[in-house]
């Protein structure tokens, strides 16, 4: 054989090899030339490299370099290296550089590489109060679930008379 293992070989090597709640068949794609209306639903994986006009659900779904997604995206894996455009809720978010993502996304675990645009909110699900770190209420805002507003410290006040003790005046530096 010139170019390494046979078929039956493969075979053998992913027999030995388990993966967990790995998704059976081959992937569904979308392609390149390819313009698509409607709702996708599937229980494997699916490749988006076309335009999808449409919500996403499946076990993985990578949205390619070509790909642009305009509504949301469910599933346990999502990979995003083209464009989308509504929310993603997955377990796992990977986006990559280059992406473009505008929509809320909500994961469990999120990765966002350098280079990569997201404009919207970006939640972390399933964080518990008890193994959320705790951020000092020195610090004000929110508390570490990010929903609750603590109160912020008071101002700094001057001693010299303004027309408003909360607002420092400005001097010049010579």
């Given at each position: ?41 599937s ?30 995206i469910?599933?346990?894996?999502v ?5 989308v ?49 705790a ?22 006040k ?17």
């Amino acid at each position: 054989m010139l170019f390494g293992r046979g078929k039956s070989d493969k075979r053998q090597m992913a027999a030995q090899e388990p993966v967990e709640n790995a998704p059976q068949g081959e992937p569904s794609y979308i392609a390149s030339d390819t313009s698509f209306e409607g709702n996708i639903s599937s229980n494997g994986e699916i490749h988006i490299d076309g335009e999808l006009r449409g919500h996403v659900r499946a076990h993985t779904c990578l949205v390619d370099r070509h790909g642009e997604v305009i509504g949301g995206i469910s599933a346990q894996y999502v990979v995003v290296r083209g464009r989308v455009l509504g929310p993603i809720n997955a377990t796992q978010v990977t986006i990559q550089a280059g992406a473009h993502v505008e929509g809320n996304v909500v994961h469990e675990g999120l990765s966002i590489e350098n280079g990569a645009f997201v404009m919207g909110s970006i939640t972390q699900s399933n964080l518990s109060e008890a193994s959320a770190p705790a951020r000092p209420a020195s610090l004000g805002g929110f508390n570490a679930s990010g929903f609750s507003p603590t109160p912020l410290p008071e101002p700094l006040k001057t001693d010299e008379g303004t027309e408003d003790d909360n607002i420092l005046p400005l001097k010049a530096l010579k």
